[in-house]
């Protein structure tokens, strides 16, 4: 059964002093009141919010209006049951807040609670068993997320559409070092790789997203598919905890990773769905998958050569990875079985030397060449089956 705490609108009178009118969050608490673990947001104004839990893994999800965090979250209580907490848009004008439960705890009692200057959020948590939990898991049908309405306008039957993912976005920053998010980076790099394919004659693109927004895994494939999309490029950076690496490298899909760090990263990559709070699919019945896999196999076959066009584009142009730039993993982006697809480490958020390097205003602008080399060479020598007819 799905369930959804109180959906609660207050209308109040704009003060002058709320600037543009968005939210603010000033606190958050939690602690235990007897066996109950009490989370408490307090915010300027009564805010707007649904709540709803999901399953494998255990989540709680809070959507509110878009909202400025000013809560300080350096100084709460810690507590075995919540095991991390994660905040930011979940689309334009939404933010979420999603809280990972190491037990299973289901709400007892929400409530707001008015002060002079602030309304607080309430929300009390008792333990429960995994079924019940399980019972009151599911992502309400008013919460699911629009598809991107990123699509080509009148593309020409012969243009090469070529969609642009940059990965993560809006609650999901991927990595992070010194200041740097990859959400952001790539955004940068992928707006202007669109915007150069967009000036190449023959070469239409189509972004996932054009702003920092989350955009589902599923719903990336969807928006290659809906454009009748010829190839994906999906746009990333790295960060390791361990070791020393840098430079750029392109990965094509295989069963089997190519090395030990392209699985972590793979790993990595395809949570990202859970880490925004989404509810996961089934995946495909044994019939589906055989036809999947026979469609894939031709596919696979052109990534690999689309993958090393690009990385012969890209040598002298931009610092490769010294040790085999070309990589493969199971990424569930480069699942399409019937567009040739590709994802492109950009660099390392961990290493200086990529830092500086991706932060430097002429880069997207040298990749964006580099691609466009690449692409123009791959179409010259693709299977006919994937790429547009000629004139």
């Known amino acids: 059964m ?3 705490a109180g959906l609660i609108a ?19 608490e939690q602690g235990r009141v007897g066996s109950r673990i009490r989370l408490t947001m307090s915010f300027d104004r009564a805010p707007v919010y649904d709540l709803f839990l999901l399953d494998s893994p255990r989540r709680l999800v809070l959507d509110f209006d878009a909202f400025d965090w000013r809560a300080d979250l350096s100084a709460i209580d810690e507590l075995p049951e919540i095991a991390d907490l994660r905040y930011g848009l979940f689309r ?62 009148a593309a020409p039957s012969s243009d090469l559409i070529v969609v642009v993912d940059p990965g993560h976005g809006g609650i999901d920053p991927g990595a992070n070092s010194d200041g740097l998010k990859e959400k952001d980076i790539v955004l940068t790099v992928g707006r202007a790789l669109a ?19 989350f955009v589902s895994l599923r719903d990336r494939l969807r928006v290659a598919r809906r454009a009748s999309g010829h190839v994906f490029i999906s746009l990333h950076a790295d960060a390791l905890l361990e070791g020393e690496a840098d430079g750029v490298s392109v990965y094509t899909l295989s069963d089997e990773a190519s090395d030990a760090s392209a699985l972590l990263l793979a790993e990595r990559e395809n949570r990202a769905d859970v880490l925004a709070g989404a509810a996961l699919e089934g995946e495909a019945d044994d019939v589906t998958q055989l036809l999947v896999d026979l469609a894939r196999r031709g596919t696979d076959a052109e990534s690999e050569k689309l993958a090393s ?4 584009a890209m040598r002298n142009r931009i610092d490769l ?35 500086a390097r991706m932060t430097r205003p002429e880069f997207p602008a040298r990749v964006a060449d580099a691609l466009i080399d690449g692409l123009s060479t791959w179409s ?12």
């Open 2 to 4: 799905r369930w959804i």
């Open 10 to 28: 207050v209308l109040l009178s704009v003060s002058a002093s709320w600037a543009d009118g968005r939210l603010t969050l000033q606190a958050f």
């Open 92 to 153: 334009l004008g939404e933010t979420r807040v999603v809280m990972d439960l190491s037990a299973p705890m289901v709400p007892n009692r929400v409530f707001l609670r008015e002060e002079d200057d602030r309304s607080d959020l309430v929300i009390d948590l008792l333990p429960a068993t995994g079924e019940a939990f399980a019972a009151r898991s599911g992502q309400p049908e008013d919460t699911l997320w629009q598809l991107p309405e990123e699509a080509p306008d």
């Open 195 to 213: 915007d150069r394919i967009n000036r190449e004659p023959g070469m239409t693109a189509v972004l996932t997203r054009s702003q920092d927004v």
């Open 309 to 312: 066009s690009v990385v012969d």
């Open 321 to 355: 990875m010294r040790s085999r730039p070309n990589r493969s993993a199971g990424f569930f982006v480069l699942k399409s079985p019937d567009i040739p697809s590709i994802l492109i480490e950009l660099g390392f958020l961990s290493s200086e030397t990529d830092r």
């Open 380 to 391: 010259a020598i693709a299977d006919p089956a994937y790429v547009p007819a000629p004139k």
